[in-house]
Structures are given as structure tokens and as C-alpha cells.
């Protein structure tokens, strides 16, 4: 399968932004989203289970992101809201078992 991630930009803090990943086929699987900062490793931001609605966060974005799937559009989705300088870095999308990867989308935000 085939990752697609989107919706990338360059915001001021306190403003949102929606990612997108769309899949090449139709996936039930999990869906996870993470982010890699200049210098610094990849690290986690949000979680989906396959088949289901049950989602886990990152401490640093908890309260803040959410992430949702449309199924009928192979689509998953990371809402981020309240955007903090921090939260600057290539966001990639990944299947739940880590094996497919997104290319990345980057999110820039200034304070």
C-alpha cells in the first residue's frame, strides 16, 4: 500500500492545520502519525486501530491533535489544533504495523 500525506503549511502559533493521509487501496489496518524534527528523532504523535475508533496521543500533543478515519476514503487524518513552535517538523504517515510509509508533509509554525 501506497501513503499519500498532506495538508502541510507554514501557520502562526495558535492556528490549526489538517493533515491528510490517503492510502492507494482500501486498508482497515491502524494508522499512525509521526514527526521528525530538524536534529532531532522521529518520534510519535497519534495512533488509530485498525477497524476501530480507539486512538492514543503523544503526552506533547494530547488535548490538542486528533486523528480520524473516513474508510470510504481509505483517508486518515490529523487535526491539530493550537499549534506551538514545537510542534514544527516533517509529519509522516505510517500503516499500524510500521511497514508503509508516507513522504512526509511539512508543518511550520512561527511564533
Known amino acids: 500500500v501506497q501513503l499519500q500525506a498532506s495538508g502541510g503549511g507554514l501557520v502562526q502559533a495558535g492556528d490549526s492545520l489538517r493533515l491528510s493521509c490517503a492510502a492507494s487501496r482500501r486498508t482497515l489496518s491502524g494508522r499512525a502519525w509521526f514527526r521528525q524534527a530538524p536534529g532531532k528523532d522521529r518520534e510519535f504523535v497519534a495512533a488509530i486501530l485498525g477497524g476501530s475508533i480507539i486512538t492514543t496521543y503523544a503526552d506533547s500533543v494530547k488535548g490538542r491533535f486528533t486523528i480520524s478515519r473516513d474508510n470510504a476514503k481509505n483517508t486518515v487524518y490529523l487535526q491539530m489544533n493550537s499549534l506551538k513552535p514545537e510542534d514544527t517538523a516533517v509529519y509522516y504517515c505510517?500503516?499500524?504495523?510500521?511497514?508503509?510509509w508516507g513522504q512526509g508533509t511539512q508543518v511550520t509554525v512561527s511564533s
Open positions: 505510517t500503516t499500524g504495523d510500521r511497514a508503509f
